[in-house]
């Protein structure tokens, strides 16, 4: 560990991006649907005009939660919400989104064949931040994805610095990521995607703020982050403000669109 979490002083691009959470059919075999939005649905979202990157996280069947048991703070992943997946879709401007508004509707009428739920969580522009954490060449062969909802009367503001001044430095400054992403979230809107045919429902209690992006070696390595003392000192930064800590096992991560170009093969 070669820096100390206070003073880790990290690279950072922002960016406009928006995370969809996705939840596949009950009625057919679950990799059925992984498949199908690995394959013929990934292809329409893929054509979208207007995107910077566009990332399928796909998440591990079995996820109970890998943040430890935190006084105060829901570390356990329901089984009723737990999510399949989730679509990781990065803008090259503002009004990208208006551009891709007619294979946007296309999206919409493919959803119900693979989906059951789907949620879209948006945030402003430069709100979605990637660290340069890895050294030239390193990449990331494991990953954890986390969802973060804040404490009730606990201000937005308060809630972004907490993520951005206090969390990443601390995450940095562990010496073990090879990759991290954060997005904070505007209030959550249904209207923004209200596919047909598909469930949005989204309780209050159940709605996130925050998401993270943790990247490691290998699955050893992100095995040793959660078991060991860091998680901690983490667990005492977030506690204060934080109601829920969801930590998901992610079980392959597949780029599509990468620096504004649609890649001939997805790459892990």
Same mark, same amino acid.
Request: proline share 5%.
């Given at each position: 560990?070669?820096?100390?979490?206070?003073?880790?002083?990290v690279n950072v691009r922002k960016h406009f991006s928006s995370s969809i959470l996705l939840w596949v059919r009950t009625d057919q075999p679950r990799q059925t649907g992984m498949d199908y939005w690995k394959g013929p649905h990934s292809k329409i979202i893929s054509a979208t005009p207007g995107l910077e990157e566009y990332r399928q996280i796909h998440l591990a069947e079995v996820n109970p939660g890998l943040w430890p048991a935190t006084p105060g703070v829901e570390t356990d992943i329901p089984v009723e919400r737990k999510i399949d997946g989730v679509a990781e879709v990065t803008f090259q401007s503002p009004l990208s989104?208006? !551009?891709? $508004? *007619?294979?946007?509707?296309? #999206?919409?009428?493919?959803?119900?064949?693979?989906?059951?739920?789907?949620l879209l969580y948006a945030g402003l522009p430069n709100s979605?931040?990637?660290?340069?954490?890895?050294?030239?060449?390193?990449?990331?062969?494991?990953?954890?994805?986390?969802? !973060?909802? $804040? *404490?009730?009367?606990?201000? #937005?503001?308060?809630?972004?610095?907490?993520?951005?001044?206090?969390?990443?430095?601390?995450?940095?400054?562990?010496?073990v990521l090879r990759e991290l992403r954060t997005q904070t979230f505007l209030p959550w809107n249904e209207k923004l995607w209200d596919t047909p045919n598909v469930a949005h429902d989204n309780p209050a209690d159940q709605r996130f703020h925050a998401s993270l992006i943790l990247g490691f070696t290998d699955a050893q390595e992100r095995a040793g982050f959660f078991h060991g003392r860091e998680i901690e000192s983490l667990s005492n930064t977030l506690a204060p403000l934080t109601s829920a800590i969801h930590a998901y096992d992610v079980s392959t991560a597949l780029t599509y669109v990468k620096d504004g170009t649609i890649l001939p093969h997805y790459q892990q």
């Open positions: 560990m070669s820096k100390s979490p206070s003073k880790a002083q989104p208006l !551009l891709g $508004r *007619k294979q946007t509707q296309l #999206a919409f009428k493919d959803e119900i064949n693979v989906f059951r739920r789907t979605s931040r990637w660290y340069e954490v890895a050294e030239p060449g390193e990449k990331a062969g494991a990953r954890a994805l986390i969802y !973060l909802r $804040r *404490k009730d009367g606990v201000g #937005a503001g308060d809630f972004r610095k907490l993520i951005n001044k206090e969390l990443v430095p601390a995450l940095a400054g562990t010496g």
